[in-house]
T-cell receptor, first 115, second 112 residues
Framework: GAVVSQHPSRVICKSGTSVKIECRSL??????MFWYRQFPKKSLMLMAT?????????EQGVEKDKFLINHASLTLSTLTVTSAHPEDSSFYIC???????????FGPGTRLLVL | GQQLNQSPQSMFIQEGEDVSMNCTSS?????WLWYKQEPGEGPVLLIA?????ELTSNGRLTAQFGITRKDSFLNISASIPSDVGIYFC????????????FGKGTLLTVNP
């Protein structure tokens, strides 16, 4: 299957700092990528749809100024958590799918801990 | 947002037993996907179903796309301890809409 990578796999930061998470499709191009947040023992919650070359589309209740998304190329989307607070601590996962197939592959996730 | 109705929520079984879980929806999906997630990792795609009525196998896993396009099931035969994890179903409407709609997951525990 297709491969999606994320970096870093885990990050610890101080409250008030910004953290950037990268999502890459390694063997296919993706005009659309998705960012999810997952709380312990819960399903994935879609945060936003990342569109190559245009603005991201955010789900209701997700602050676009806090979670900045940039999709600068067909293989890379980044999520920046700005002015992070402890309540932003979570597991962030991206997904992407080849445009020729109707399916989505997930990255391995990034564990963010804000102190 | 909308979620698929996935059941059961959890299962505790003995190694060697067969497992069945399913997802239903009030609306139609053009693709059904089944994922497995282990602690601290992202979901891994197990089976993708693209046609109503389609029955697809992947090793000990078998999944079917319901005829009405509103449901799907996943069977695991002869379970082994490494089958432990959370299994999610997901529906995709397709066309220009690539957003996934998820079930709440089935937590599978296999006792050796």
């Amino acid at each position: 299957g297709a491969v999606v990578s994320q970096h870093p796999s885990r990050v610890i930061c101080k409250s008030g700092t910004s953290v950037k998470i990268e999502c890459r499709s390694l063997d296919f191009q993706a005009t659309t990528m998705f960012w999810y947040r997952q709380f312990p023992k819960k399903s994935l919650m879609l945060m936003a749809t990342s569109n190559e070359g245009s603005k991201a589309t955010y789900e209701q209740g997700v602050e676009k100024d806090k979670f900045l998304i940039n999709h600068a190329s067909l293989t890379l989307s980044t999520l920046t958590v700005t002015s992070a607070h402890p309540e932003d601590s979570s597991f962030y996962i991206c997904s992407a799918g080849p445009t020729s197939q109707e399916t989505q592959y997930f990255g391995p996730g990034t564990r963010l801990l804000v102190l | 947002g909308q979620q698929l109705n996935q059941s059961p929520q959890s299962m505790f079984i003995q190694e060697g037993e067969d497992v069945s879980m399913n997802c239903t929806s009030s609306s139609i999906f053009n693709t059904w996907l089944w994922y497995k997630q282990e602690p601290g990792e992202g979901p891994v795609l197990l089976i993708a179903l693209y046609k109503a009525g389609e029955l697809t196998s992947n090793g000990r896993l078998t999944a079917q796309f319901g005829i009405t396009r509103k449901d799907s099931f996943l069977n695991i035969s002869a379970s082994i301890p490494s089958d432990v994890g959370i299994y999610f179903c997901a529906g995709l409407r397709g066309g220009s809409n690539y957003k996934l709609t998820f079930g709440k997951g089935t937590l599978l525990t296999v006792n050796p």
